[in-house]
C-alpha cells in the first residue's frame, strides 16, 4: 500500500521560510510528477509546483521566486523550500505523486494527509 507522509509545516511570520518534506512509501515501481498544491479555507485546492523525475519544475504564479521544489528520487521524496512567505500563503498543503504500481499498470495520482502552514501578518 502506497503512503505519502509529509511534515515540515508550522507557524511562521510573514518574511520567513519553511521546508515540506514528502516521502512515498510501500511497495511500487516507479514514481513519475510529484508536486504540492495547497487549499486555503472556502477555497479550491490549487497548484503550487510540480516536479518531474528529470527534475523539470513548474510554479504557480504567486509562488515564483520564492518558493523551491526539489525531489530526491532515491529516497522518493519531494520538497518545497518556501522563503518570503506571505499571510496569503496560508493553508493546507498537501502532496501528490503519479506513482505505477506495476510496469504493467497505468500511473495513479496518490495524496498525502496535508500539513497546515499559517504565516501571521
Known amino acids: 500500500q502506497v503512503q505519502l507522509v509529509e511534515s515540515g509545516g508550522g507557524l511562521v511570520q510573514a518574511g520567513g521560510s519553511l521546508r515540506l518534506s514528502c516521502a512515498a512509501s510501500?511497495?511500487?515501481?516507479?514514481?513519475?510528477?510529484m508536486g504540492w498544491y495547497r487549499q486555503a479555507p472556502g477555497e479550491q485546492r490549487e497548484l503550487v509546483a510540480t516536479?518531474?523525475?528529470?527534475?523539470?519544475?513548474n510554479y504557480a504564479d504567486s509562488v515564483k521566486g520564492r518558493f523551491a521544489i526539489s525531489r530526491d528520487n532515491a529516497k522518493n521524496t519531494v520538497y518545497l523550500q518556501m522563503n518570503s512567505l506571505k499571510p496569503e500563503d496560508t493553508a493546507v498543503y498537501y502532496c501528490n505523486a503519479d506513482i505505477k504500481l506495476t510496469i504493467w499498470r497505468s500511473k495513479l495520482g496518490y495524496w498525502g494527509q496535508g500539513t497546515q502552514v499559517t504565516v501571521s501578518s
Open positions: 510501500g511497495s511500487f515501481f516507479s514514481i513519475d510528477a
Open positions: 516536479i518531474t523525475p528529470g527534475g523539470s519544475t
